[in-house]
């Protein structure tokens, strides 16, 4: 007889214990490839929303700087060959090879109109994608802002269509104003007020009031983007780009890099502050993934290691007849480790199994996230357990090799 056909009837002949160990290092195993399937979906999906919660990457017109001095007096930098965005400069922008990763790409004409003897900063944009891009506004009670979903034209495959989302009833004089705004001149959403500059006067009316946001955007108007070019007189024209980029596959210096090899005269320069705080939310994220799977991996051990040296002392007997038959103490060892292997190849995928479906349970109650079947992770589950069962059983094995037979024959 083999020893692999001793370990496995050992195995038979205490279906309960083996039973047993098998659930236990089951549910250490699924508890492993539960935490790691869940922080890996959880990061994936906080990496997709932070990623479009604002803009991480500023577009300016390009501008050269001269340095000066006058007297002896140095002169801070002046600004010289200031060019202007074009607005069809914007479309290249969805040329980039990494254009999969843009999300968000706002276009805004800035300025400043009379309203009421005060000068106030007036910001054209796609109202719509200003929502989107500013994830933290919340309107008022009576704003009238109710976004609805069409489809059309993909700006990045024209075969292909994408949903497009927008606001319901939106004219091209609505307006979005900010807090202080609508408590300094007593403005709610529904009236309407003019706005004035070089002698143009336009009448808007205002669709939403934004809550206080404690931002610049508190004392600012947003007109739709061509109704504002035309009331500054700059069709065509964009002061600024303001882009949300996906940079979970892509540097978004690289992004910037090739961003600026398609505009002639806008410069894409990455916010790094922004993208400095969203990869450490996310590195403190895998962190904690990383050590809580350590802690329940040392838990296991010791578990399995409990568990076969007790197994061990309930087999003296059978340990002492197999060396008074000449089985030599490496055959004793090799038993135990072979009964090891096994037990933890079999926890291995089951648990692997049993953490996949517990995984998808809590996916779909808290998370919502994409959960995906993962080959590797099921077949290193079962290598995994299989080295700590072999790993921890190591010291009961050698205990076990030197039980001496004649004092174990005598307990017969």
């Known amino acids: 007889m083999k020893l692999y056909d001793i370990a496995f009837n050992n195995l038979r002949r205490r279906k309960s214990k083996t039973v047993f160990l098998v659930i236990g290092m089951m549910i250490g195993i699924a508890t492993i490839v539960m935490i790691y399937t869940i922080t890996e979906a959880s990061q994936a999906d906080i990496e997709k929303k932070i990623d479009e919660f604002g803009a991480n990457i500023m577009i300016t017109p390009k501008s050269n700087t001269l340095s000066m001095s006058y007297g002896g007096i140095a002169i801070p930098g002046a600004r010289y060959d200031v060019r202007e965005i074009h607005e069809k400069e914007i479309e290249d922008i969805w040329k980039i090879k990494n254009r999969e990763n843009l999300s968000i790409v706002s276009p805004k004409i800035l300025g400043a109109a009379d309203f009421r003897g005060e000068i106030i900063p007036l910001v054209g944009a796609d109202l719509v994608t200003e929502i989107r891009l500013k994830k933290w506004w919340s309107f008022t009670p009576g704003t009238t802002i109710e976004l609805e979903r069409t489809r059309e034209p993909s700006p990045i495959d024209p075969h292909r269509t994408i949903v497009k989302t927008g606001i319901r009833g939106l004219k091209d004089d609505d307006v979005i104003i900010g807090h202080n705004i609508a408590l300094q001149f007593k403005i709610k959403a529904g009236d309407s007020f003019d706005i004035s500059r070089d002698g143009k006067r336009k009448t ?94 040392l838990v296991g051990v010791l578990v399995v290691f409990i568990t076969m040296s007790a197994s061990v002392n309930e087999r003296k007997r059978d340990i002492g007849i197999f060396r008074a038959l000449g089985f030599r103490k490496s055959h004793i060892i090799r038993i135990i480790l072979i009964e090891a292997v096994i037990l ?21 109650l808290i998370i919502q996230g994409e959960i995906r079947f993962n080959g590797l992770l099921l077949a290193g589950s079962a290598i995994l357990a299989a080295a700590i069962g072999t790993g921890a059983s190591v010291i009961p094995a050698i205990r076990g090799s030197r039980i001496d037979p004649a004092i174990a024959l005598r307990e017969l």
């Open 344 to 364: 933890g190849f079999i926890a291995g995928v089951l648990g692997s199994l049993f953490g996949f479906s517990i995984s998808h349970f809590v996916n779909r």
């Open 204 to 297: 808007l009316s205002v669709k939403g009031v934004i809550m206080e946001t404690g931002s610049q955007d508190d004392s600012i108007i947003f007109m739709n983007l061509a109704a504002a070019q035309d009331f500054l007189g700059k069709k065509g024209k964009i002061s600024i780009v303001e882009v949300a980029a996906l940079c979970a596959g892509c540097p978004v210096e690289e992004l910037a890099d090739q961003i600026n090899g398609v505009l002639q005269n806008g410069r894409a320069t990455p916010i790094k502050q922004v993208v400095e705080q969203r990869m450490h939310a996310l590195r403190r994220l895998s962190l904690f993934g990383f050590i809580l799977g350590i802690v329940i991996l």
